[in-house]
């Protein structure tokens, strides 16, 4: 199993930690645009092993996708991280030629590769991918839901002053502050609606903190977050070459699905080896289904943006 992971930067760096100290990758190539940069990661990285038990192969590459050819699984990170007061779709202009330049690249040495898109605007991006590349849309997946619904469990934990290893939740929709959609109506602690033990204004206070999850971060660090967002990319990617058939929500290409067409935004899928396997269909309270189209109408606005 060898895995591609395209931008060194802070959250390709975790990925690549992450995937290699699962243990379940032969190879991880690191590559960047920056001289040197990638190959340094990479060092350090295996400096890690005999401390970290691992066996995985991290090699760090400046801009030679040869060195990419055959991966299985290709991650794409690269492109400008958000700055405090940033949206994610101000940053389409630069990373939709990044994106797209990238992809192509990866394509031409890895015609068999299952890709995955970490760079924001991630639905926009992820669509540009399907409209560029020409590869069954099974094959094409966005990264946001997992690390959306992380921190909506990280919230909900906080407010129900409990394990975070009781709880479950999940978060579909476009991967923008306005978008999510927090499935509170699902959120449950051990099998037991949350609405059970939490007020409708402590949920709506927890739905809402989850929404601005990155842009909290961001204010804090001055940049983007890079370790969940790591370990999100590292959870879908063992799915897919470990064939786990677990369900993550995902940015994935919808024909119809949810009632929603020529789109690319997140909803529950099972992942595999094949990559997308299925798109599940979960019910939705009025609210959740309002919210998701709306989420979808924003979506389609920042793709009219794409030269496509």
Known sequence: MKVTVVGAGAVGASCAEYIAIK????????????????????MDLMQCASLNGFDTKITGVTNDYSKTANSDICVITSGIPRKPGMTR??????????????????????????????????????????????????RIIGMGGAL?????????????????????????????????????????????KVSEFLSEDRLNQVKE??????????????????????????????????DQKKMFPCSTF????????????????ILGKNGIEKIVDVPLSDAEKAHMQASAEGVKKTNGLLDV
């Open 148 to 192: 959306d619904s992380a921190r909506f469990k990280y919230r909900l934990a906080e407010a129900l002053g409990a394990p975070i290893s009781d709880v479950d939740g999940m978060v579909i929709g476009g991967h923008s502050d306005t978008g999510m959609v927090p499935l509170t109506s699902q959120a449950s602690r051990n099998s037991i």
């Open 209 to 242: 903190d989850t929404k601005v999850g990155g842009a909290t971060l961001t204010k804090l660090l001055g940049t983007s977050a890079w370790y969940a967002p790591g370990a999100a990319v590292s959870g879908l990617v063992q799915a897919i070459a470990c």
């Open 89 to 138: 779709e101000e940053l389409i202009g630069i990373n939709a030629g990044i994106v797209k330049a990238v992809s192509t690249s990866l394509l031409e040495h890895s015609p068999n590769m299952i890709l995955i898109v970490v760079s924001n605007p991630m639905d926009t991006m992820t669509y540009l991918a399907h409209k560029s590349l020409n590869i069954p849309k099974h």
């Open 254 to 269: 919808l024909e119809g699905e949810y009632g929603l067409n020529d789109i690319c935004i997140g909803v529950p899928v």
């Open 23 to 42: 243990n379940f990758a032969s190879e991880v190539v690191l590559l960047d645009i920056k001289e040197g940069y990638a190959e340094g990661k990479a």
